[in-house]
């Protein structure tokens, strides 16, 4: 298993630390460093098997190469994954994470984090005690930029309007459903701005608390986690763990077109055909949802303002993702066959960044 999977994956190096005194498996995949230091979220949770958090990892972070390869960014891309220990002990968090900002020190700069799922700002500035300077993300306070998460929300909103635009030849989101399948970090910043646009927004989560706020409070329509892939609407927008696009998902979907901020959406990359046959329209999801990545780069590493980071997300989400979708038409391949392509172009020095 470990030679096709790492084989198939492509990537440059992988270290692997066991934390003996939480009993944690740490894992940095670094896919690629061509286009500069490789970047990319730190995630923890637990998983079934370490196979299965090794093979999170290595998707991942072929998935970053691509979200910096795409709009031309001076960045590789790589993922590290804490797998959590059954019973794992939250008065443990602290120290387990000082030890991986070790780790990440001791990679000299190869590898910068930032947040992912079951990680925040204020875990940034935990890690970075000990990992600094290679992290991003750390909360205001302590000189960071703090939560991507409003500006990938705000990519994802982009995109969709690009997806309308193709569609309808009208970018307005008003009075279109949109399913927000996960209201964390990004679907939960998107969710009121799919509002403030006028669309008919539904969601669905399996988190008590999300639930009763967005649907209780903000009075937002919720679907039952299980309904949701077959939910009627014009977008449907995974939000929430990868994989939700595969050979037994998509013959249920009834939807016009997914766009979501979800990493590695689909199963497989048959999975994008699979769409394609079925007439819906898919906007990769490394180009939707690179609006975090852009945007604390910027902000972090070139200077950039909140409002300079928006217009640079607002222009590439739309343009690369109409330029695919044409592509896409024109040549009878997928959009996200398109986006490869244009990230391999990149990859491969064909286009000056
Ligand atoms: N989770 C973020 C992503 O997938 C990781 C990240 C955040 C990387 C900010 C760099 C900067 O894009």
Sequence with gaps: MFDSVLRDWEGESLVIHRDVPSGAWILIAIHSTRLGPAAGGTRMKQYPAVEDALCDALRLSKGMTLK????????????????????????????????????????????????????????????????????????????????????????????????????????????????????????????????????????????????????????????????????????????????????????RLRCAAVAGSANNQLGSREDAERLRARGILYAPDYIVNAGGAMAITSLEMRGGTPEGARDEIATYVRRALLRMFEVADREGITPDGAALRMAEEHLAGAVAA
């Design 68 to 251: 910096f390869a795409a709009p031309g960014l001076p960045y590789g891309g790589a993922k590290a994954v804490i797998m959590l220990p059954d019973g794992f002990e939250p008065g443990g968090r602290r120290e387990l994470l000082r030890r991986y900002g070790e780790h990440v020190k001791a990679l000299r700069g190869v590898f910068y984090t930032g947040p992912d799922f079951g990680t925040t700002p204020n875990d940034m500035d935990v890690i970075a005690e000990t990992g600094s300077p290679y992290i991003f993300c750390r909360t205001p306070e302590a000189g960071g930029a703090g939560d991507p998460g409003p500006y990938t929300a705000f990519g994802v909103l982009t995109g969709m309007r690009a997806v309308c635009e193709h569609l309808h030849g009208d970018a307005s989101l008003a009075s279109r459903r949109v399913l927000v399948q996960g209201a964390g970090d990004v679907g939960g910043a998107l969710i009121p701005l799919l509002v403030a646009e006028g669309a008919q927004v539904v969601f669905s989560e399996v988190d008590d608390r999300l639930i009763r706020y967005f649907r209780d409070e903000v009075g937002v329509e919720f679907v039952p986690a299980e309904d949701a892939l077959g939910d009627e609407c014009d977008i449907l927008a995974p939000c929430a763990l990868g994989g939700v696009l595969d050979e037994t998902t998509i013959p």
